[in-house]
Every structure is written in C-alpha cells, then in structure tokens.
C-alpha cells in the first residue's frame, strides 16, 4: 500500500509540474495499453446506456426555516460547477441533487439561508470549467463547489491538460474572492459494466488524476475532498447507492458523497467548530500535515479526505493537511456503512424539509 501510494505521489506531482508549465501531453496510459483496452471500454459505455432527461433544477433559496427572522444579512451564495454528478443526474427530485443537499446542510449549519446557483452540465469535462465560471462570477458566491474528472478519464483527455484546466478555474474563483471546495474525480473502478482488466486500469487512472488535481486545487487556494472511494469498494455491493445506468449516484449515494464534503464546505466559511477535544472530551479529528503530493496521494484513497493547504511555500516545495473529517471506518475495523448511510439519510432529511428552491433569474446577487 505504501509503495502504491508513493508511486501514485510522484504520478501525480508528474502531472501538476506538466499542468503548470503547460504541458498537456501527459497522459495517464501507454498508446499500446490504450489500444488495447479501447474495445473493452467501447463495449462498458454501450452497457452503461444513457439516462433521459435533464437534471431536476434546485437553483434558489434553501434553509428558509434555519434562518432567524431577525437577520438581515442576504443569503449565502453557493455556486456549483462541474458534470453530471454535480448537476444531479440520475434522481427525480430537486432536493436529491448534490446541491441541493449541500445548500441544505450548510444553511443548517450557518442558521442563514443559501441561495444556490447551479451551472454544471452533464458531459463536462475540465476545459469546460472556464464558461462555468463566467456564469458563476456574476453572482458573486462565497462558496463554490466543484465535483469534475470522470469525463476527462472516459474520454482520454491529456491528465496535465485536465489539471491546468481545473487549477484555473480554482485560482479565477479564489482571485474573487470565493471560497473553492472541489470533490476529485471519483473511482471509476466501482462500475459494474466495466470489466477487469480496464476495471483496475479505470481504478489507477481515476485515482492518479484525483491526486494531481488536489496537487493543483491546493496550490491554486483551494481544498479538495476525495470523493472516490465515497463511490468506491462500498458502494459497489449496494446497488441502491446507484442509479438506473448504474454509473450514476441514486439519490441515496448522492446524499452519503454530500454528507461527506458538507464539513469541508463548512470549514472553508468558518463554519465548522474548531477541534477542541479538551472541552468537549471527544477525540481530534485525524489530520496530519505533509508534502502536498504525499498527501494528495493519500487522500486519493481515502473517502471523504480533506486536503488544504498548510504553510508558507518553498518553491515548488509545499506542504498540505490531511484531515479525515467524514469516517467510514469505525474502531476496530468494523463495517461502517451503516453509520454512513444515516449521516446521508439524515442530511437528505434536512434538504427534503427545509429546501423550497424557486426560480432565479433576476441576474447577480450581492453579499
């Protein structure tokens, strides 16, 4: 695990030292391997199909009833980027969709209503992020999130390219002023039409392009979480976490990815309580402070890992900390889903009472 995890760092410090001098040739496969395996994932994508239809739409206001009456501050700005899982493919209802949920949660956690802004498309990939974010900019968000990379790895597009492409999409948000947290490209190894060998291939691209872009997010002012292994080994012995297409999330799978970024976005706001074990008697949340492609490699592997940035830069030399703020192990080494999938119950709870999104077309919002 430790030299898989080592060799998946310099991977990925490969990839962000590309992206950042402009390189976008580097790819994640040999053009033999690829070849190879070209069939194979013909044959995945026509066992996958399609999903009909357009995402549910969640844009407006969520949380009115954690508000006090008495606030006259104007609602939290939440903007969404990114590709189908960010839009909310494959659920019926507007409050199932990730932004929903996550415009839920953080106006619960806030006790001020959100309103949510939501430009992702389905079929995006990392190039796409730039049109994305001009939408977004006018409406001044204090928060944006951003769930990309599963296409980028479908399609073959170069990993360096990819990464730039998302780094400066995280450093125009971070320049306004808005806060950026980005859900990292999930593991692709979990769909079930995909068979080995391209399902392990699916794994180690997935997860290496993972790493590189939490390399670039960081670097760039941003935080990432690890959404795939959330869409990982555990969801694929529970079919209820997915969809029809059994590629995409169904509204629970979406809910339990959702329950694992709300503390990040949270955090990034100032929201989330500090860890003060002392007072309360619980323990720290895991965390530990290392060079940013260390970390971005471990965190690739891990669900629901944070990774920020973490002191002053040397050069190229930066450090990061790892946080474990969403737990799907338990002590002991004992199944945890359980515990997951009521922390996602529960936040699809939130989002289903108190989420009553309505049209917004009136142009930018103010702070």
Partial sequence: MAGSQASRARVARRIATAAAYGGGGLGLLGVGLAGVLLTESRMAIRAIGNLDGDPPRADGLHGEAFADPADTRPPLVMAFLGDSTAAGLGVQRAQETPGALLASGLASVAERRVRLLNVAKSGARSGDLASQVERALPHLPDIAVLMIGANDVTRHAPAARSVRELGEAVG????????????????????????????????????????????????????????????????????????????????????????????????????????????????????????????????????????????????????????????????????????????????????????????????????
């Fill in 172 to 367: 125009r948000l971070v320049a306004a002023g808005c806060e950026v947290v980005v859900g990292t490209c999930p593991d692709l190894g979990t769909i079930k039409p995909v068979r080995p060998p391209l399902r392990w291939v699916a794994r180690r691209l997935s997860r290496q392009l993972a790493a590189a872009q939490t390399i670039a997010v960081v670097e760039a002012g941003g935080r990432t979480v690890s959404v795939g292994s959330l869409l990982g080994p555990e969801f694929a012995t529970r079919p209820e976490l997915f969809s029809a297409d059994r590629y995409h999330p169904s509204a629970q799978g979406y809910a339990t990815a959702s329950m694992a970024m709300l503390p990040s976005v949270c955090a990034a706001l100032e929201l989330w309580p500090q860890d003060t074990p002392a007072a309360v008697g619980g323990p720290v949340e895991p965390q530990a402070v290392l060079p940013v492609a260390v970390a971005a490699a471990a965190a690739a592997g891990r669900s629901g890992t944070e990774v920020t940035a973490a002191g002053p830069s040397n050069g190229t030399w930066r450090w990061a900390t790892l946080k474990q703020r969403f737990r799907l192990a338990l002590p002991g080494g004992e199944d945890p889903e359980p515990d997951a999938l009521a922390d996602g119950a529960r936040l699809r709870a939130i989002a289903s009472a108190n989420s009553q999104p309505e049209a917004d077309d009136a142009g930018a919002t103010k702070r």
